[in-house]
């Protein structure tokens, strides 16, 4: 699964120096950390981005989207115990739900995501039904019980909120092409990366998409895009050696041990950001 660890409201496009530097001079400074563990999410970092997000939320427990970053860059690394625990905290954490608790009923399994998701079913009855950040903690939630029908239509119904969230319309993609619906998805991570065009993460799940669907041309050149923004996402150069072993071009599989994107661009054209 890859999501996007856009939260709200969104900051300018992030430059990941600055944000170190910033660490480096003021290592309590917990929105410094969640931004540089934002940038490294929307690398397609998640392991760098979580080590940012947890000393984000170290700092301030109270920090609501370095938590929602936490769960889902957990989720994306697939210890979906961790994930539930950050969206737990989540909503306990926030103030609009101060005091919110669940009552056991027939129907309770007992298990963490049965919890955590009576809880966010009841957070968002409490906000009416239309709260788009408890209308996002809710579609990954169902993503982690692969119920992935009902979380279409809540990422979706959190964009009637937030038209122009590209982090939004990136889960939507990822959660159809989780479901095998990836030409489906195409559309949605397109909306994402014209919200976000240098957003290495959505140019890799596009990527992924076309994979999915054997257009492994297609797949090469959106990892290369992807590697453009971010040439240390090691493990997309191994998705691009895979594309050019299906495209039985063993040439340019074999340049892939390089990693030096330079070395295919008589080959595609590569956007120039």
């Not at 989540?90 to 669940?102: D, R, S």
């Not at 559309?187 to 290495?200: S, T, V």
């Not at 895979?242 to 595609?268: G, H, M, N, Q, Y």
């Given at each position: 699964m ?10 300018p ?22 931004l ?6 929307e ?11 947890e ?21 994306n690394?697939?210890?979906h ?38 809880l966010?079913?009841k ?6 039904g239309?709260?788009p ?6 579609g ?8 992935y ?17 590209y ?12 479901s095998?619906r ?28 076309h ?25 997309i ?37």
């Open positions: 890859l999501f996007s660890n856009s939260p709200t409201p969104h900051p496009l992030l430059h990941r120096h600055i944000t170190e530097s910033a660490v480096q001079q003021d290592d309590s400074n917990a929105e410094a950390w969640r540089l563990g934002q940038s490294h999410a690398n397609d970092c998640d392991p760098q981005a979580i080590i940012c997000l000393r984000a939320v170290e700092r301030d427990p109270y920090n609501l989207p370095a938590l929602l970053a936490l769960g889902v860059s957990y989720v690394e697939l210890d115990n961790k994930a539930l625990e950050n969206l737990q905290a989540w909503v306990q954490h926030n103030p609009k739900f101060a005091g919110l608790e669940i009552v056991k009923d027939a129907y309770s399994d007992g298990s963490l995501v049965d919890e955590v998701m009576q966010m079913l957070a968002l009855a409490h906000s009416g239309k709260d950040d408890v209308l996002e903690v809710l990954v939630l169902y993503n982690v019980s692969r119920d029908n009902n979380a279409v239509k809540t990422f979706k119904d959190a964009l009637s909120n937030r038209p122009d969230d982090g939004l319309w990136n889960k939507v993609g990822a959660t159809l092409a989780n095998a990836s030409e489906e998805a195409m559309p949605a991570y397109h909306r994402a990366l014209k919200l976000r065009p240098k957003y290495a993460r959505g140019y890799l799940n596009l990527g992924i998409c994979a999915n669907l054997n257009n492994y041309s297609e797949a090469a050149r959106h990892y290369l895009t992807a590697l453009t923004l971010n040439s240390k996402a090691s493990h150069w191994s998705y691009l050696r895979i594309a050019f072993t299906c495209l039985d071009r063993f040439d340019l599989a074999k340049l892939t041990d390089k990693r030096d994107v330079s070395l295919f661009k008589d080959e595609f054209t590569l956007p120039d950001f």
